[in-house]
């Protein structure tokens, strides 16, 4: 069985603060892993996608990966009241996508 | 720029009817996917065509079925439906079905209630 662990939360972070989500992950062969972000009653979006050991910054997103720790985060720098959602962590297994149960993000202004 | 269009977007549905999913992509995409996501469960795969022809079963495929009708659209069918396939559905699409720049892509959504 395929595995990815997120906090459901919910985590509250204030406005302008850096908001710290996190995954684990049960494949040491997974390669891909990826971001998802889920406003309520939507569908899903991507924000951001890492394939290597280390850093990826993307405007205010920051993906780190350590396939050692079998580990994968995603920091919000200047949390908005927008960034308010949940946000779903998936790693690449073969053919398929597997998805964490997401975490609920909550930005207060 | 319609990309991954789903019907119904909401159905209500007596135990034992059956009723099909409709989804179709605008993009070429090769993959196609059906998850169905309920409350601290995240995305759960039903079924997936990894291209036009061939069909797998994902995490969750008892009591569905499904038709890759030609490249643009796939179809899921509850046979009969049970209140335990209360969720809310997601048609998917990707260009390729493996390896690295596997973006999927998400329909709005199918809220299915079983009574």
């Known amino acids: 069985q395929k595995e990815v662990e997120q906090n459901s939360g919910p985590l509250s972070v204030p406005e302008g603060a850096i908001a710290s989500l996190n995954c684990t992950y049960s494949?040491?062969?997974?390669?891909?892993f990826f971001w998802y972000r889920q406003y309520s009653g939507k569908s899903p979006e991507l924000i951001m996608s890492?394939?290597?050991?280390g850093d990826k910054e993307d405007g205010r997103f920051t993906a780190q990966l350590n396939k050692a720790s079998q580990y994968v985060s995603l920091l919000i720098r200047d949390s908005q009241p927008s960034d308010s959602a949940t946000y779903l962590c998936?790693?690449?297994?073969?053919?398929?996508?597997?998805f964490g149960a997401g975490t609920i993000l909550r930005v207060k202004s | 720029n319609a990309g991954v269009t789903q019907t119904p977007k909401f159905q209500v549905l007596k135990t034992g009817q059956s009723m099909t999913l409709q989804c179709a992509q605008d993009?070429?995409?090769?993959?196609m996917y059906w998850y169905r996501q309920d409350p601290g469960m995240g995305l759960r795969l039903i079924y997936y065509?990894?291209?036009?022809?061939?069909?797998d079963k994902g995490e969750v495929p008892n009591g569905y079925n499904v038709s890759r009708l030609n490249k643009r659209e796939f179809s899921l069918r509850l046979e009969s439906a049970a209140p335990s396939q209360t969720s809310v559905y997601f048609c998917?699409?990707?260009?390729?079905?493996?390896?690295?720049?596997?973006?999927?892509?998400f329909g709005e959504g199918s809220w299915l209630t079983v009574v």
């Open positions: 065509s990894a291209s036009e022809g061939t069909t």
């Open positions: 993009m070429n995409h090769n993959s």
């Open positions: 494949d040491r062969g997974s390669q891909s």
């Open positions: 998917a699409s990707s260009e390729v079905p493996t390896g690295t720049g596997n973006t999927i892509y």
């Open positions: 998936a790693v690449q297994y073969g053919n398929k996508l597997v």
């Open positions: 890492i394939y290597s050991n």
